[in-house]
């Protein structure tokens, strides 16, 4: 990314200070580089320090010295989430914005293979860390009385049965729920809380060091023709950040290319008669008795 094909500056953050957890990699990055362009300070705070370090050259070339720090962080450490939270106050005065965003897929096979130890890594990572993100999001924001945005990266896997591992998708439908409990519990501070349910986005996650072939296949996972990228999750990510979503909190935003809205996919299994190719037209009319008025297209 260049300063010439950075999104359109329009500042929407300006003077507002984030964190963001898992921002190194993927999704995050892409967000930690959209909210910097936008004015906003950023915290990035992951586990990975050389792709963190890497990060940092690459902000700093790009004209953001100053307005990005990095720090080590382990989400499921309660310590450490609350020391990355609080390094946004003692760097840029204040905390705004909070992306609870890091991740991994953690336990993957069948679930009689897996283990109580990768059940517990996968939880602690993905729902313990966005539970300690909230919780000490939410004591600094009220402490400065200011309210605040508080975002957490859930998963379409949370919406169904076939989207993700079993524990990954348990975990995320936690983020869900968490994100609406909080919602609630918060409202009257101010402080909103939502969260995004991305579907199949080409990030280093996803990609398992293939990101041509995934990009290949991504484009034809979900009804909307491009592959799912990192800026699209920035840009609802930002829209979450931003004042334009004063009245948002408690939502889980879909970012799926419609994927989920695809659902049984009828009209791809029954191309015939369902979708913008099927080749006849008119109504059908049931068990009435009546015979169907059908054209052939
Ligand atoms: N890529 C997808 O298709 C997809 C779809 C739905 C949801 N998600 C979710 O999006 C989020 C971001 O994923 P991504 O695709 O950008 O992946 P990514 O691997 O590119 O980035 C994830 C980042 O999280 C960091 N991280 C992992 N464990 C951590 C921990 N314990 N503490 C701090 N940082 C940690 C990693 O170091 C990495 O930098 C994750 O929560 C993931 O579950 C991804």
Redesign the pocket.
């Known amino acids: 990314m260049t300063r010439e094909n950075t999104p359109q500056l329009s500042m929407r953050l300006k003077g507002k200070s984030a964190v963001i957890?898992?921002?190194?990699?993927?999704?995050?990055?892409s967000t930690v580089l959209r909210f910097l362009a936008e004015g906003a300070n950023v915290v990035v705070?992951?586990?990975?320090q050389a792709?963190?370090a890497t990060l940092m050259q690459e902000a700093e070339a790009l004209g953001f010295a100053g307005r990005i720090v990095f720090v080590a962080?382990?989400?499921?450490v309660e310590n450490?989430v609350a020391a990355a939270l609080a390094l946004a106050v003692d760097t840029f005065g204040q905390l705004d914005i909070v992306f609870n965003?890091?991740?991994?897929?953690g336990a993957i096979g069948p679930l009689t293979e897996t283990t109580t130890e990768s059940w517990d890594y996968t939880m602690?990572?993905?729902a313990k860390?966005v539970f300690l993100g909230i919780k000490h999001a939410a004591r600094i924001m009220r402490s400065q009385g200011t309210g605040g945005s508080i975002i957490n990266?859930?998963?379409?896997?949370a919406l169904s049965g076939d989207a993700?591992p079993l524990v990954?998708s348990a975990a995320?439908a936690a983020v869900v729920s968490m994100t609406k409990s909080a919602a609630v519990e918060l409202a009257q501070e101010r402080i909103r809380v939502n969260a995004i349910?991305?579907?199949?986005?080409?990030?280093?996650?996803?990609d398992g060091g293939k990101p041509e072939k995934t990009r290949e296949n991504f484009s034809r996972a979900q009804p909307w023709p491009e592959y799912?990228q990192?800026d699209h999750?920035a840009g609802a990510a930002l829209f979450f950040a931003s004042d334009d979503s004063v009245f948002v909190t408690g939502d889980a935003l879909v970012v799926d290319g419609g994927l989920t809205a695809a659902g049984p996919e009828l009209s791809r299994k029954f191309p015939r008669t369902s979708g913008r190719n099927s080749r006849v037209a008119g109504v059908t009319k049931g068990s009435t008795g009546e015979k169907p008025e059908l054209k052939s297209l």
């Open positions: 957890t898992g921002g190194a990699s993927g999704m995050g990055r705070a992951d586990f990975n792709t963190g962080t382990d989400v499921a450490d965003n890091a991740g991994v897929g602690d990572v993905l860390g990266t859930a998963s379409i896997a993700g990954y995320k349910c991305p579907g199949f986005i080409a990030t280093p996650l996803a799912g990192g999750i």
